[in-house]
């Protein structure tokens, strides 16, 4: 298969600093799209896959899955979008498209696995798939999305991964109006989840143990915030809301807001993976029929969904535009929450 030389900023190794190196992206096919990327943005899975937090990464490794750009070449059999066109690709490139998870454009979920944006194998090429931190990507029609027009392309981009992490829990438990849903922390899924809820009509909490995100959490629409380490707070509202959000990345307890949860009312988590600890403890979820469920991402059809609510709406991400050359001291101020709320690269910087 032909292929042209882009470049691009990855890393060789976990302990490596990201670097200008050069990768490979494939010719367009008949139904691919080719986009040059404007904007990407940096996503906490882009530093976990870059330093190797989770145990599976493959390198060289060029992260990047909130790719926002314009559409430069079309296949002769793309009728999606055509050239000049805004477009965007999340975390998904591709996905087996016959199992019954595809079958309900529940791609995210696909029983025999689907290809990720960037450290997943690449089936045209061979290695793996290279990320939005670079010159363009090449993707499969069916898995490109249209931008609205009216949107900032910047401030677009955070929506394809954080945006549809916590749309994809609104939508399936059917957050409408009169719905209360609460939202535990506010960072880059967190401001997202807040500004969505309320888009979607429903009144809107934000759980924190920090006072002084209060005045944030009002200005992106929640409603009131709670203090989760004041007793007296967390008992007020007990038995309150039809759904929680929880975005937090990192081990924590989740036993205090089952309480919080009305009858029936579900915990979704969308911000950690692994084991919980302490130890869930099941009586108030078996005495109020409440769950605790995990969300990921979400498929393509509901993608466009969110984006389209979005350009009605206008909402976008709060955003941090930095250069490509400024990723590894991003990385360092991600890990310590020093982004309000979504770094974003202009990737014009690649070019300097």
Not at 1 to 29: C, F, H, P
Not at 33 to 56: K, M, P, Q
């Amino acid at each position: 298969m032909a292929t042209k030389n882009v470049k691009a900023y990855g890393t060789e190794a976990s302990d490596a600093d990201l670097k200008q190196m050069t990768i490979s992206r494939r010719d367009v096919g008949a139904k691919d799209i080719e986009i040059e990327i404007l904007y990407c943005g940096v996503c906490h899975s882009d530093l976990h896959t870059a330093r190797n937090d989770w145990g599976f990464t493959s390198y060289p490794s060029v992260p990047g899955h909130e790719i926002v750009g314009k559409v430069t070449r079309v296949g002769s059999e793309v009728t999606k979008l055509k050239v000049g066109d805004f477009a965007g690709v999340g975390c998904l490139v591709d996905s087996c498209r016959t199992c019954s998870s595809c079958a309900q454009d529940l791609e995210q979920y696909c029983l025999n696995g689907w290809v990720g944006t960037y450290n997943s194998q690449d089936k045209f090429l061979g290695g793996m798939t290279f990320g939005g931190y670079s010159e363009t990507v090449v993707v499969e029609e069916h898995f490109v999305l249209k931008v609205p027009a009216n949107l900032d392309l910047a401030a677009t981009a955070p929506l394809l991964c954080a945006g549809i992490t916590t749309w994809s829990p609104l939508r399936h438990w059917k957050v409408g109006k009169g719905s209360k849903v609460a939202v535990v922390g506010l960072g880059g899924l967190g401001h997202m989840a807040i500004k969505l809820a309320k888009g979607l009509g429903a009144e809107v909490t934000l759980l924190s143990r920090t006072p002084d995100k209060e005045k944030d959490a009002k200005e992106l629409g929640a409603d009131s915030m709670i203090i989760t380490t004041d007793e007296n707070q967390m008992k007020s509202v007990v038995g309150k809301f039809d759904l929680i959000i929880d975005t937090v990345p990192y081990v924590h307890d989740v036993n205090p807001y089952i309480a919080t949860l009305t009858i029936s009312g579900t915990l979704v988590l969308v911000g950690y993976l692994g084991g919980l600890d302490p130890i869930l403890n099941t009586v108030p979820m078996i005495m109020g029929r409440k769950a605790v469920a995990g969300s990921l991402i979400g498929g393509i059809a509901e993608t466009q969904e969110m984006l389209d609510f979005c350009g009605e709406n206008n909402i976008v991400s709060e955003i941090e535009i930095i250069k490509m050359q400024d990723i590894n001291e991003a990385y360092e101020r991600m890990l310590k929450s020093d982004v309000r709320y979504r770094f974003v690269i202009d990737m014009a910087s690649l070019k300097e």
